[in-house]
């Protein structure tokens, strides 16, 4: 640390450049500080630096290593620590995360002990080195900060304890959903709205939900003991009530219950089972190679739909090829909101089809194939649906929010059904499968700009840059953090180097992912990647244009 501190002094007042000098690992009092990449100016991406506090030093109690979320749990806690100690400098940086616990980079456990990634703003006036604030920064906050965030002797213990037991309930309440026949959970309590569209805390004030007891199950969890809540069955639940009772509110925290959530989040008992897939309309994507022959046929001019490519979807035609991408990709339930469906996807009442022949029509609506999936391929469905009764008749449970409040209405509905009989006829005439798995041509992903320059970014969630690509995610509703974006962005760059066509890509991307891990993804050490799930990873390849998919049938059948 002194010969830090020297060199520091020594290049006070020189150009910036000269910051060069601090690469390599210095041992400091409580941990070494390992200096990977130095910005080449001041107006670059920040500095990383990475900090290896010693398990002796950092004297963590044996409750954080007793299972793998309760780890988690505790490297999320020391990021967040690390970040609120280094709150008062904004040369410091850490990707700590928001309102979910996701597995991420920022700290490791290692064989070594604690590892922090961070980033560091090098102080500069101008180009010139201001070297004694430097010195002030590495020398003297950094080791206080460290020591704030990753030594048991100055961790609030009981909170970071507290954060390893709701992560870990999560886990178990996600995990006792299959037996009990449930796709998800919402316990009574539970605080869904969000402050606003760019504020993901709790809404102060907010109604805590209730489940109607009809509807109430009871979960076990290791450190909560019993949950009792609204249990989601398999099958097909519609989710019905006026505008603004709070249908899209409940959906987007059934949808978020894939990822953990931190104490106070209010959506800690949400859990949803991990491959449940958002599907929704969103016209002017990339569609390559998708059979959507189920949804879809009988084109004008006898165009084939079973192996379909656009560069331009119409909403229908992506809500469809969303369905079929989210089973390829093995989702067991799929949830959908009316507010993001295209109607004619969704619906086609009576009137319409005696105005409209079958045969002038090319889309098998929504409602004729959803109990199909249930049946055939084991696909449950969790719907919002205000405004058409026509999906009364396939319900197996009709749940009505009612000033926030869920109500069970599943005998009303079906007594509604039975006494005003629909005229509509049913449309599907085929069965229905599992979309098999297109493949891929490792040689369309180009994450290069220049021979040896990769360009791999993300900006927030919304959008992914790979290559010369910008990839348009904001329709990929169940991304939560732009570190997932970036590891996306890295995971296309790793399948790019195969020099095989990939016949299976979810299948690549899923054990990939588990062989190599998140931390082996960066191409250098990396403190700002976080997990995606394989549904994120397809929907962003599915969404680059230059993707080459191959499907599975024959062109022109
Ligand atoms: P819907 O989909 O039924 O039209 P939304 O879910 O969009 O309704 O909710 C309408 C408004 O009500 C939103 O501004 C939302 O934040 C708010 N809201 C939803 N649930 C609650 C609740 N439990 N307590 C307070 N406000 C809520
Ligand atoms: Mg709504």
Redesign the pocket.
Known sequence: MKELARILERIDGRGYKAYRDIRGTWSFPDFELIVDHVQADPFAAPSRLRAVVSWNTASLPDAFFSSAPRTRAARDYIARAFRAAAAGSKALGIDAGAQTVLERTAVLFTDAGVELRYTVHLPGRGRTILGHQARTLLCEQLPEIIREAATAERLDLAAMQRHAEVVEDQVALRAALDEQGLVAFVGDGAL??RRSGVDDRP?EG??PFQAPDTLRVELEAPNGGRYSGLGIRNGITLIV?G???????LLSAIELGVYDHVPGDGREAVVTEPSAVKIRAEDGRAVHAVDLSPYINNLPYGKSTKDFSTELASGSTSQASALQEALEADARTVLVDE?TSATNFMIRDERMQTLVAREQEPITPFVDRIRQLRDEVGVSTLL?M?GSGDYFDCADTVIQ?QE?LPRDVTETARRIAREHVTGRREEAESSLQRPAPRSLDTASLQPEVKPGKRKLQARGCDTMVFGRETVDLRAVEQLVDSSQVRAIALILARLAQRPETISNPPEWVAEMLEETGLVELAFRPDGDLALPRVAEVMAALNRLRTAGFVGKVTRGK
């Open positions: 869904l709205p809404l907010a109604i009530g505008g603004f009772h709070g249908k899209s509110t507010d919002v205000g929010m926030y």
